[in-house]
């Protein structure tokens, strides 16, 4: 697999690609991609400045008035075209996303690219259905009618945790409503966004449509978002610098969408099948070696079960399979990064002052000494209030407390700033069903943590933002509303003038 795509040579001219073509950087600063898996160099590019942002920027407003212009019927068919060129290209995307990230090759192949593919094709379908109000003549003399029309050049900021699939998130209904988009990719991940934009004009979608600059936040990231020509930012990432976005944003009016941190609660009442609810904590905190805005992050159990559910989740953690993730059998590959793994340690190392490590907290020896691993971590004993609990870890550990009455479980699950997803856990259909009214997520899975589709909305509550992705629903994030209204009475002096002339 990985001998017929190597990174380097494919993208030899640069990481920038502007109006259909890969070019350089001008910032004068090198980044290199490493994989953490082993800490061996990828790719070294120069990264890109404003200069680069200004064209791209150039790019995609030059080609937007025939892209808008294009019949729903002909975007339409394009993306097709485009999952069709995904589709064929998924072992190359796999193999790519593995080794900028670390993920395990099973993810990638079974998660990462079908769900890519699978977007594609919704969008496609989706592009021929942008619906309106139906018209009517709802004043008595006149026919209203509503239109949705592409609001223009869309600067999409995207995160290094899923590469592929939140650029597919962001281009995919931006490009199906007849915008066009700069999208900026995480300095670490590139690799696949720049191939994503490469499959989309191989599909025939025209130059300047998708166009990707690969820069640090602080220069390229606030240029394109401050950028006059941008008529909207969607940005997906913590949500500190999701305030940052909204501030330069909103200093320029564009419309925003904001797809920010989560810390999401998991539920078990004392109903619950305990198995499954063992198994689900363990697949909902590790997916993605825990980077992952939706992994289950704190466990609430009901007291009688809370024992045997510690102990369960602590002895599953301890056969999760680390490894390279080039092997099947591996179950969890490394973090993105050294500097992550680091980060997710120092958490760990801080909460044992206060908490109990019942399982991992460490990064293994051996032949895996060199990569940014960590152990499955299962915290217990924690407090409420405390930073394990409330503060967005980004990586394999799972903190579980305790809970009496439903009320207070209910309560804690909503006790952080954020509210992107959760999961509830009940054969009781009316206490799942009160859980999922009374639990402030953008998502509430019952019996069940993480599984997503391309035909329902993702996004949050309070800190972990507003507007959706994926789903019919995105067109509202990427579609201007206009109402026509048409006089029916062709009389010249109309009966509201009385207001301004005249009498009756």
């Not at 920038?16 to 953490?36: F, M, N």
């Not at 072992?91 to 099973?106: H, N, T, V």
């Not at 099948?273 to 939706?294: F, K, M, P, R």
């Not at 980004?394 to 699950?413: K, M, N, T, Y």
Request: proline share 5%; aromatic share 8%; with cysteine.
């Amino acid at each position: 697999m990985g001998n017929r795509f190597q990174v380097k040579d494919r993208f030899a001219d640069g990481a920038q690609y502007i109006g259909g073509q890969l070019r350089a950087g001008t910032s004068g600063h090198e980044h290199t991609v490493v994989d953490p898996a082993t800490g061996e160099d990828v790719l070294k590019y120069e990264l890109a400045g404003t200069a680069e942002v200004d064209a791209a920027v150039a790019a995609a407003r030059d080609a937007f008035p025939g892209w808008a212009g294009s019949t729903p019927g002909e975007r339409s068919d394009a993306m097709h075209r485009f999952a069709g060129v995904l589709a064929e290209q998924a072992e190359d995307f796999a193999y790519a996303e593995s080794l900028q990230c670390g993920k395990p090759i099973k993810l990638t192949t079974e998660f990462d690219v079908p769900g890519t593919v699978d977007n594609t094709a919704f969008f496609a379908g989706a592009a021929r259905h942008l619906q309106g109000q139906s018209a009517g003549e709802y004043s008595g003399d006149h026919t209203s009618y509503v239109r949705r029309e592409p609001i223009g050049v869309v600067g999409s900021i995207a995160p290094w945790n899923y590469p592929l699939q939140m650029a597919a998130w962001k281009v995919l209904p931006a490009i199906a409503a007849g915008n066009t988009v700069v999208l900026k990719p995480a300095e670490l991940t590139p690799v696949t966004s720049l191939m994503f934009a490469q499959a989309a004009r191989e599909a025939g979608i025209p130059d300047g449509v998708v166009n990707i600059v690969t820069g640090a936040g602080r220069d390229a990231g606030e240029h394109l978002v401050g950028h006059p020509d941008v008529a909207m930012t969607s940005f997906t990432g913590s949500t500190q610098v999701g305030r940052r976005v909204a501030e330069i944003a909103t200093s320029t009016v564009k419309r925003l969408h904001l797809e920010l941190g989560g810390k999401a609660p998991f539920v078990v009442f004392d109903d619950a099948d305990l198995e499954a609810a063992v198994h689900g904590a363990v697949a909902g905190s590790l997916i993605n070696s825990g980077q992952d805005c939706t992994a289950a992050t704190r466990a609430y159990v009901q007291r009688p079960l809370y024992d045997a559910f510690v102990s369960g989740v602590a002895d599953l953690m301890a056969t999760v399979r680390l490894g390279d993730p080039f092997d099947p059998a591996t179950d969890l590959g490394p973090l993105v990064s050294h500097a992550q793994r680091d980060r997710v340690a120092g958490f760990v190392d801080r909460a044992r002052a206060y908490a109990t490590v019942v399982t991992g907290g460490e990064a293994p020896g051996g032949d895996l000494k060199d990569g940014a691993y960590y152990r499955p971590t299962l915290i217990a004993g924690a407090a409420q209030h405390s930073e394990v609990v409330q503060s967005e870890i980004f990586g394999p550990v799972l903190v579980v407390l305790p809970f009496d009455s439903d009320d207070e479980g209910i309560r804690l699950a909503n006790d952080t700033p954020y509210g992107l997803a959760a999961s509830a856990w009940s054969r009781d259909v009316y206490r799942a069903n009160r859980a999922t009214r009374e639990i402030k997520a953008g998502c509430v899975w019952v019996n069940d943590h993480i599984p997503i589709i391309s035909e329902m909305p993702h996004g949050g509550y309070k800190a972990s933002g507003f507007g959706k992705d994926m789903s019919a629903y995105s067109f509202e994030e990427y579609t201007q509303v206009k109402h026509v209204m048409y006089d029916n009475t062709a009389v010249i002096r109309k009966d509201w003038h009385r207001t301004i002339f005249g009498d009756r």
